[in-house]
């Protein structure tokens, strides 16, 4: 298994938070459930990021996005991430978390490029608008008072229209505990490679609140070097995770301080096996449905079983399973004695896609104002109730 290279010791701040190791996991829609931050809590240290919370579905407390929020007694601190493009809504979003203890630290999202997001004028499509911007995590910073708020976001739209560093300005001076940044644009989505020199840059700007590095961070080793490379703070953990949650104890081991470090990992099929097994088990819990929990757990199959010898109707049965029985009586099934099969299960995980236009309002780079008549378009794209 891969040998992250040395690095010191690094303990993160993020406002009243102290952090054992310098390390965050990526709100992933669909997977950074409360089943699988408290399995990749169980093998490391860091921050454990929700799921994307809509700000409108939470101030109406939409059912989905109220379960969504709730974390399991383990959990601690508890970290939300909101979406939003209305001030007063995301405002009245975060002072809800705030009066009602329901976080211990909130992020916002300005890096999301999905479609149904940037054509709102949401997620990595918002910094361009400077003054909105500002508004909401002006007003957001005020609202959260004594619950760290964070901001996550892109290096801008297009290699043409970069916001990165603006935002960053904006955000350290609104008040916020840490600024994050996903070192690609929104038209690149998850594709090429991320630019790094872009996190040494944001540091450089950014000199009074802590900045973390997102972006092709597949191993301990990645982590390390993005920190030596860039100066950032602390890595913020998407894909690599996604099948391997045993990754946070390989970032503890190398960039926390002492009480961190757990015994290295011998990811043998058997032990994949019980992550797999444990994975479906908290998802039975969370979903209180064995059925769907089940469901839930066979998109994880193709990254769990990666480079592993299992083969395809193997395969194909675990993405079926409709039962915590039947995962075990296909366990029985492997070869629980294979090796980690080394490079065939390091490297890219999850979908990287292709750059394309990133969906846009129209109109909205034509000018870095918000124009009068468009903040009715954007009280509309905070109608989303789908809970994140």
Not at 67 to 73: A, M, N, V
Not at 145 to 168: C, Q, S, W
Not at 186 to 199: L, N, P, R, V
Not at 309 to 323: C, I, N
Request: proline content about 5%; aromatic content about 6%.
């Amino acid at each position: 298994m891969n040998t992250a290279v040395a690095a010191p010791a690094a303990a993160l701040r993020i406002g009243p938070i102290a952090l054992d190791a310098p390390v965050v996991l990526a709100p992933m829609a669909g997977i950074t459930n409360t089943a699988f931050r408290r399995l990749c809590r169980e093998y490391g240290a860091g921050l454990y990021v929700s799921e994307m919370i809509t700000s409108r579905a939470l101030v109406e407390r939409n059912a989905t996005t109220m379960r969504l929020i709730t974390h399991h007694e383990s959990e601690t601190p508890r970290s939300i991430q909101l979406y939003g493009v209305d001030p007063a809504t995301v405002e009245s979003a975060v002072r809800l978390l705030v009066d009602e203890d329901r976080a211990d630290h909130i992020d916002l999202n300005f890096g999301c490029p999905v479609p149904k997001v940037t054509r709102k004028g949401g997620g990595a499509a918002l910094p361009w608008k400077t003054g909105l911007f500002r508004d909401i995590v002006t007003r957001a910073a005020r609202a959260a008072e004594h619950v760290p708020l964070t901001v996550k976001m892109r290096k801008g739209i297009d290699a043409d229209h970069l916001t990165f560093l603006d935002a960053g300005r904006i955000a350290e001076d609104a008040g916020v505990a840490a600024v994050a940044l996903h070192a690609r644009t929104a038209s690149q989505f998850y594709s090429g490679t991320a630019d790094w020199s872009a996190i040494a840059a944001l540091k450089e700007a950014v000199t009074d609140v802590p900045v973390l590095g997102n972006g092709d961070i597949w191993s301990a080793d990645d982590a390390a070097r993005m920190m030596t490379e860039t100066g950032c703070d602390g890595v913020v953990v998407g894909r690599g995770c996604l099948g391997r949650p045993w990754l946070f104890g390989d970032l503890a081991r190398t960039l926390g301080g002492p009480g961190t470090a757990a015994a290295p990992v011998d990811a043998t099929l058997a032990f994949v096996a019980r992550a797999f097994r444990r994975h479906a088990e908290l998802l039975v819990e969370f979903f209180d449905d064995e059925g769907r929990g089940c469901r839930d757990i066979r998109k994880h199959v193709a990254w769990y079983f990666k480079g592993y010898p299992v083969g395809g109707d193997l395969r194909a049965r675990f993405a079926t399973v409709s039962t915590l029985a039947e995962i075990d009586d296909l366990v029985g099934e492997l070869d629980l004695d294979a090796p980690y099969p080394g490079a065939a299960a390091e490297g890219q995980r999850g979908r990287a896609g292709s750059p394309k236009r990133p969906a846009l309002p129209e109109g909205w780079l034509e000018t870095r104002d918000l124009a009068a008549d468009a903040t009715d378009a954007l009280a509309e794209a905070e109608s989303d109730h789908s809970g994140g």
